[in-house]
């Protein structure tokens, strides 16, 4: 999401490079750069000046450090400030239980989907029951949608489709909800713009008949200059508890998040990384700076992964891979533990250096047939892939509705493949990161 | 018609008075000076003109500054006005044939009134999710029914939950004639279908909603692809619009949008919606800048009425607070 701004911070701090040290002179240029690197990617006028402000006072009171590029000082300094800024305030929600809670935000942030997605996700962590009150009377169908979803993903739910008066259907809901035994209350809501005196209103009577524990502002992440009007409006109205930035998936360069922290100061919680109502998680901040600088969100791709794939399996794999021991079967196994991630897309969001890339057109089907051709086979020959001559890759080939070349290029491939784990287990991890490095440069996604 | 062309214009009037309560102030019949060049180098920036556009028309209130100490508040509003109206010339989308006052509706279908066309010009109308396709279908469905023309809607989004369901009551409330089927259904055809349907009842338009996608999902932009293919089987040359529905609280991604949606589907125009809020929708200037999509309609509220031309000079007054 903050692609684009790390690339021009980089850029920005390449100047700085090769220069003896800080001096006000020298960083005054990078820093103005940072500015309209910050302002491009849409945060906030005045949070970008305050910003390189403190960042300015902070470099130019330090000393270079020996051995240290001026420009790596930088980064520091930038990505301290920015995990400090945006992690400020605790990003847990309140303990109450039943815990109530009330989504607000403008038309169209995602506010149902985001409902259906975090009772799912809270699920996981503890809230056996539930409940989501469709307080959204105004857009056509927006009761219909938040139904649909709550009963996919096995939400208790309450809707009124006679009555417009939003407060009164809330309380009701709520009673709904408390009769159910649900742990968890979700209340969807209208989108409102905070200029909307009588909706804004409206949504304040909401809050005060059901007393919320938290009040979550969804806000998209593609979000321009108004990012601040937005949330000030909104905090001012309902004294928000958390934020959550939704369509992350896509490339914005996500200003908007470091906006409204800094202006409003309420936590960033929760994070939406795709259309799929599994495509959401915590937000931490040390990944999202890491991730401004450039670094990559590894930890969340780990993180993710251990929430989706069997701890022992994954360990197996790894042993495996260590000793060069990898066959046919274990590849189609990872490939099938690979797509319990979610797309390729959004995995290839989370990898360093990977975000802004484009998983190339049909790789998904790529990969369907790929694993149509290894199932093809016999148990046998995935585990001893050098059996197979050129009479068993037809029978393959045929068996799965593919061209022998296809099944030519999978063996070539996984030979490769073979290759790279026996340098990583001769020491060539190295040599193997330039190949990795090569491969990216051509703009290709390795492997598969 | 020209009841219509009333409508639009006091419709302007509250797209100005949305944008410009923020501007306002600062133009006043104060002496330029260095502080308040400051503020208004925020208040550009605050528009979401983005870089380029904030320099160039700052370059120009600072020079005519330097020449004359004595330039008032109001008169680098006018710069900062005439800048943007120069930067915008030409982006203004004419619908032939459409919902246009009498004198902008062109030569194609005059002289003496209008033929039945012999097929449905076609809207296709994309977007990332949520940013208001299908609220503008409806709108504009209705401002073409208004207009009298005859029109038929096609609910392409087979995939939102809820979605059929939603412009279907949008149809019902405007008694808009809707080609749909339900959630999971392909959306190619429904394409074909409704065009099938708007041709047999002689309809002038057929306006595709479509479903939201972010512009970085390859596969979902093959999914628009073959609405294009399927709809071609019908018309060669349809859709003869594709308009990128862009919500107007976005930022600088916005052009990201533009740009790839254009690079994968081919646009013709723009529609920027939720207007009525206190964004002015700036990032619309960086994809005229650099992508020549002229801009059909602004959505200044979520009322059938509230679709409306867009019109360069006023957009550039009243981002400027110059229409009192
Ligand atoms: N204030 C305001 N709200 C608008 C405008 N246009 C659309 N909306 C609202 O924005 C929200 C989303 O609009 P939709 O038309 O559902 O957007 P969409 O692009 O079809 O959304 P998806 O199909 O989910 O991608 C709804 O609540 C609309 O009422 C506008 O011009 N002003
Ligand atoms: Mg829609």
């Known amino acids: 999401m903050f692609e684009s701004l790390t690339d021009k911070l980089s850029s920005a701090l390449r100047n700085l490079r090769g220069v003896g040290q800080l001096t006000e002179a020298n960083m005054a240029a990078a820093l103005q750069e940072v500015r309209t690197a910050l302002l491009g990617a849409d945060v906030h006028f005045k949070v970008a000046r305050e910003f390189v402000e403190r960042v300015q006072s902070q470099c130019v009171g330090q000393e270079v450090l020996k051995g240290v590029a001026p420009g790596q000082q930088v980064v520091k300094i930038i990505h301290d400030e920015l995990v400090r800024l945006l992690g400020e305030g605790s990003a847990a929600l309140s303990p109450a239980r039943p815990l109530k809670v009330l989504m607000v935000g403008l038309h169209g942030s995602g506010k149902t989907t985001t409902t259906a997605k975090l009772g799912k996700l809270l699920r996981k962590r ?292 073979q290759q790279m784990m026996k340098m990583m287990k001769g020491g060539g991890a190295k040599k193997m990161m330039r190949q990795l490095e090569a491969m990216k440069g051509k703009g290709r996604f390795p492997g598969m | 018609m020209f009841g219509l062309f009333k409508k639009f214009k006091s419709g302007l009037a509250k797209t100005v008075a949305a944008i410009a309560a923020k501007t306002h102030g600062l133009f006043g019949g104060r002496k330029i000076d260095a502080a308040s060049l400051e503020e208004l180098e925020e208040a550009l920036y605050t528009a979401d003109f983005g870089v380029e556009t904030t320099a160039e028309i700052l370059k120009e209130i600072k020079e005519a500054y330097r020449q004359d100490p004595g330039l008032q508040g109001k008169q680098a509003a006018e710069l900062g006005a005439a800048v943007l109206r120069r930067v915008l010339a030409g982006s203004e989308g004419v619908l032939a044939g459409g919902a246009r006052p009498p004198g902008a509706l062109g030569s194609e279908n005059a002289p003496g009134g209008r033929v039945p066309p012999s097929n449905p010009t076609v809207i296709a109308l994309i977007g990332v999710n949520g940013s208001g396709k299908t609220t503008t279908s409806a709108k504009l469905g209705w401002l073409l029914k208004q207009d009298g023309r005859g029109v038929t809607l096609a609910a392409c989004d087979t995939f939102r939950a809820a979605a059929v369901e939603q412009l279907k009551s949008w149809a019902t409330r405007l008694d808009l004639e809707i080609v749909a089927s339900h959630t999971g259904a392909d959306s190619a055809a429904v394409a074909f279908d409704a065009w099938q349907a708007a041709k047999a009842r002689h309809r002038d338009f057929l306006i595709v909603d479509t479903a939201g996608r972010l512009h970085t999902k390859s596969n979902l932009m093959d999914e628009l692809a073959k609405i294009r293919r399927v709809l071609q089987k019908n018309d060669p040359t349809a859709p003869h619009h594709a308009w990128l529905v862009v919500d107007g609280s976005l930022g600088s991604n916005s052009i990201e949008q533009a740009r790839v949606f254009h690079k994968s589907f081919g646009l013709t125009g723009l529609v920027v919606t939720k207007l009525d809020g206190t964004s002015r929708g700036g990032a619309i200037v960086g994809i005229w800048r650099e992508l020549r999509l002229p801009i059909y309609f602004l959505g200044l509220g979520e009322q059938p009425e509230d679709l409306q031309p867009f019109n360069a000079a006023n957009y550039a007054r009243a981002v400027f607070g110059l229409d009192d």
């Open chain 1, 126 to 417: 503890g809230y056996n029951t539930p409940f989501a009150v469709a307080c959204d009377v105004y857009r056509p169908a927006a009761i219909d949608q938040l139904e649909i979803l709550a009963k996919q993903e096995d939400i208790g739910f309450y809707a009124d489709r006679v009555s417009k008066d939003v407060p009164a259907i809330a309380a009701a809901g709520l009673a709904a909800a408390l009769a159910a035994n649900a742990d968890l209350i979700l209340f969807d809501t209208a989108g409102r713009l905070q200029i909307d005196h009588d909706l804004i209103e409206e949504v304040k009577k909401l809050s005060a008949r059901i007393q919320p524990d938290e009040v979550l502002l969804v806000a998209d992440g593609a979000l321009g200059q108004e990012a601040v009007n937005v949330a000030k409006a909104f905090h001012d109205a309902l004294a928000l508890t958390g934020l959550i930035l939704t369509k992350l998936d896509g490339d914005a360069r996500g200003g908007a998040a470091l906006s409204i922290k800094s202006i409003t100061g309420v936590p960033i919680k929760f994070v939406g990384t795709g259309e799929k109502t599994g495509e959401f998680d915590t937000f931490y901040p040390d990944r999202l700076a890491s991730r401004i600088l450039g670094m990559g969100d590894v930890v969340s791709l780990v993180e993710k992964a251990q929430e989706n794939i069997d701890q022992k399996e994954a360990e197996r794999m790894a042993e495996k891979m260590r000793k060069a021991d990898f066959n046919l079967e274990d590849f189609l196994a990872q490939m099938q533990q690979v797509k319990k991630l979610g797309s390729m897309q959004s995995i290839m969001g989370m990898m360093p250096g990977m975000s802004g890339m484009q998983v190339p057109e049909g790789a998904e089907k790529q990969m369907a047939r790929t694993e149509a051709i290894i199932q093809s086979m016999t148990i046998q020959e995935r585990r001893k892939p050098e059996l197979l001559n050129g009479n068993r890759r037809k029978r393959i080939a045929d068996g799965s509705g593919t061209k022998i070349a296809e099944v030519n290029a999978l063996m070539k491939q996984f030979q490769q493949m």
